[in-house]
């Protein structure tokens, strides 16, 4: 290690990576998420002090968990002297690594489902998860999300209380509630993945990448659970999207999936995604439980993704995909995208029709289809006025600026 | 283990129901509360009468105010409860799920304090 803001970037990385694995042990060990985060907050003061002086450990997170152990015993003990209750707390006294029962026994999947309870409110189970098993500090969240770091701060204590004095286990669900329960994690990583991918507005320099933080949650859940499609399903979801963000905006101007320049596609991520689908794709074929909405969604995307060109689109697939979605997620989204893809297969005057029957008004993306659907049937003004609703709907500086440029193209024949 | 409240707050309105309309879900209340006897997690339950029964008392300021009616006004108040004693929140969330299905209403789930 050379030059000082080497090192820090460093240790940076070792906190992101393996800040979730030395709460979750401790706060098994301790149970008690404030000792455990508070004494990871203080190894970590003391491994920013030393690390550059000392050299990295051999290993990290060993050296981590041990240092923050200490600090939390040296807690339990000063309170113990006025707390006599803590003195039971001083029994446990268990240094062993966390036992390599198998996956599921892992710390970190106590504490994700922990995070993602759901009695607690779908910001407080997000901001939770960054905070706890992401290492974000309160700061990092709260810009990430536009609130003032005292809110974010004050909702992480809350849930945190609510953990404790409401008795929410620090526990894998039984097999029996692990499918709903599960659904709930998944949310909160597909709902940060797509905070960061959409977001439109604020800061970027500051803001923490929101969608490669929950690539990697999703690839620690892919870890720890490697047998559960959905699991899988999210991660090559978010890998086929963010495959696309390059080409996804230029020169301030949103792209849309038919104009984007294909070769400028990661490749190396939409490999690993076409992977997983075709595993998830065998997992069914063998008799497993058929696909949720997440794998469909990837399989979606990963026709879309081996198309060469826009016009090489497997749009029966497409839609064939839609219809399964419409069967295991029905809501007005799913069948507008359904819409969509009906349009490409039998014509625009099919899926206005479609689109038409839906009630999404004030929707952005469903007057963008209803403005598309009316250009290409050529007519013109009322193509104009749904451009004009669709600009109105959005905030994000990028799709208003193609949304304007194709309403301008509009000729006024 | 951990003492929960589980709370039904119903519209007024269902005071004024025909006895004949409750019966079903007295029974299924009923039925569920035997169950959660048998299973040792029980502490108490009963159902309250209507709110306009109550009578509110504030001994806080210099003079005792006795007010006829319940502390706040609202169309839904506390109409009856039960009180468990079960290991954590999943357990007494479970316990919720059937008592709101016995009872035919939202059932609220909150921490006593501990010891």
Known sequence: ?413 | MTQYLLSVHPDQSVYDLPDEEKQESWDATGVFNEEIQAEGIWVFANGLTRASDATTVDATGSEVVVTDGPFAEAKEHLGGFWIIDVPDLDAALAVAERASKACGEAVEVRPFEGE
């Open chain 1, 1 to 413: 290690m050379s030059a000082p803001a080497d090192v820090h970037a460093e240790i940076s990385r070792i906190v992101r990576e393996e800040h979730g694995i030395v709460v979750a042990s401790l706060a098994r060990r301790f149970g008690d998420l404030d000792i455990a985060e508070d004494a990871v907050a203080e190894a970590l003061l003391i491994a920013v002090e030393r690390w550059p002086v000392d050299g990295f450990p051999p290993n990290p997170a060993a050296w981590l968990t041990t240092t923050a152990g200490n600090k939390a015993i040296d807690r339990i003990r000063r309170e113990s002297k006025r707390d006599e209750k803590h003195q039971a707390a001083l029994m446990i006294t268990d240094d062993t690594p966390p036992e390599p029962t198998g996956p599921v026994e892992d710390d970190r999947l106590r504490l994700v489902f922990t995070c993602c309870h759901p009695a607690l409110s779908p910001e407080a189970r997000v901001a939770l998860t960054l905070r706890l098993l992401g290492g974000l500090t309160v700061a990092e969240i709260a810009r990430a999300f536009f609130v003032p770091e005292t809110t974010m701060a004050q909702r992480i204590t809350r849930a945190k209380a609510k953990i404790k004095a409401a008795k929410i286990p620090y526990r894998v669900p039984d097999t029996s509630d692990l499918a709903g329960r599960l659904g709930a994690v998944l949310a909160v990583v597909y709902l940060v993945f797509n905070e960061g991918y959409l977001a439109g507005s604020g800061d970027e320099a500051l803001r923490v990448d929101l969608s490669d933080e929950a690539i990697r949650l999703g690839r620690v859940l892919r870890q720890l659970l490697p047998d559960e499609g959905e699991v899988a399903g999210l991660l090559a979801l978010m890998l086929l999207t963010d495959a696309r963000r390059e080409a996804r905006v230029a020169g301030g101007e949103l792209v849309t999936l038919d104009e984007q320049d294909r070769g400028s596609w990661d490749r190396a991520l939409i490999a690993e995604g076409h992977t997983l689908v075709r595993e998830c794709l065998e997992r069914v074929a063998s008799g497993g439980t058929g696909p949720g909405q997440y794998q469909l969604m990837a399989a979606i995307n990963a026709v879309h993704t081996d198309a060469p060109d826009a016009r090489d689109t497997d749009w029966s697939q497409v839609v064939a995909l839609y219809d399964q979605l419409m069967a295991v997620a029905p809501t007005p989204v799913v069948e507008l995208n359904r819409a969509i893809a009906m349009a490409e297969l039998d014509g625009p005057d099919v899926g206005l029709a479609l689109v038409d029957r839906l009630d999404l008004d004030g929707y952005h993306a469903w007057h963008v289809a209803r403005a598309d659907l009316l250009r290409r049937l050529g007519r013109g003004s009322e193509a104009r006025a749904e451009y004009d609703a669709a600009i109105a709907a959005t905030e994000n500086p990028a799709e208003r600026a193609h949304l304007t440029r194709r309403r301008d193209q509009i000729s006024n024949a």
